[in-house]
T-cell receptor, first 110, second 114 residues
Framework: GENVEQHPSTLSVQEGDSAVIKCTYS??????FPWYKQELGKRPQLIID?????GEKKDQRIAVTLNKTAKHFSLHITETQPEDSAVYFC?????????FGRGTSLIVHP | SAVISQKPSRDICQRGTSLTIQCQVD?????MFWYRQQPGQSLTLIAT?????????ESGFVIDKFPISRPNLTFSTLTVSNMSPEDSSIYLC???????????FGSGTQLSVL
């Protein structure tokens, strides 16, 4: 089955800095790569996703890049704000049932 | 996206008892899933809840421990049976929606087993 590795486990940045979270996956058949944000005590929320026929996708301050050859994908957050503080999960797989990474705790210091 | 409600939102249970978690969606959905999130951990798929047939369980999860019902396209239940402290987790219902097949999560049930 699919195996997703996510790094770093914790990321601490100053407000206004950029943050990058990286994930690798093992199954070359995976074609869907969503990212979820989970604030403390809340449900995971889908923030952006990318499919294997696209190399990059952007939505305001967040972007995701995908390198299918190397089997890795990354989440980029620019101009970070304190409200970006949360745990971020990457996932990879077919639609509906992706395998999740272990999560990155992002802390944005004001 | 659909509104996905779970009940209860949290519960504290005694070892050896069972708890049934309900998941209600405000629209009909084909794909419905149950996940477990242990403290500080990632999201692990327990099973796919199939409407009108037995659930499909992932490796490491069995029907006797986690029986699931899916009587229609808007509702499902997950029972955590014969609970032990190791079952203390957040349990999340999720649904797959849209032509682009995105996964959305319910509000979650925080379970503590004493």
């Amino acid at each position: 089955g699919e195996n997703v590795e996510q790094h770093p486990s914790t990321l601490s940045v100053q407000e206004g800095d950029s943050a990058v979270i990286k994930c690798t996956y093992s199954d070359s058949a995976s074609n869907y790569f969503p990212w979820y944000k989970q604030e403390l005590g809340k449900r995971p929320q889908l923030i952006i996703d990318i499919r294997s026929n696209v190399g990059e996708k952007k939505d305001q301050r967040i972007a995701v890049t995908l390198n299918k050859t190397a089997k890795h994908f990354s989440l980029h957050i620019t101009e970070t704000q304190p409200e970006d503080s949360a745990v971020y999960f990457c996932a990879a797989g077919g639609s509906y049932i992706p395998t999740f990474g272990r999560g990155t705790s992002l802390i944005v210091h004001p | 996206s659909a509104v996905i409600s779970q009940k209860p939102s949290r519960d504290i249970c005694q070892r050896g008892t069972s708890l049934t978690i309900q998941c209600q969606v405000d629209s009909q959905v084909t794909m419905m899933f149950w996940y477990r999130q242990q403290p500080g951990q990632s999201l692990t798929l327990i099973a796919t809840a199939n409407q009108g047939s037995e659930a499909t369980y992932e490796s490491g999860f069995v029907i006797d421990k986690f029986p699931i019902s899916r009587p229609n396209l808007t509702f499902s239940t997950l029972t955590v049976s014969n609970m032990s402290p190791e079952d203390s987790s957040i349990y999340l219902c999720s649904v797959g929606q849209g032509d682009d097949e995105k996964l959305f999560f319910g509000s979650g049930t925080q379970l503590s087993v004493l």
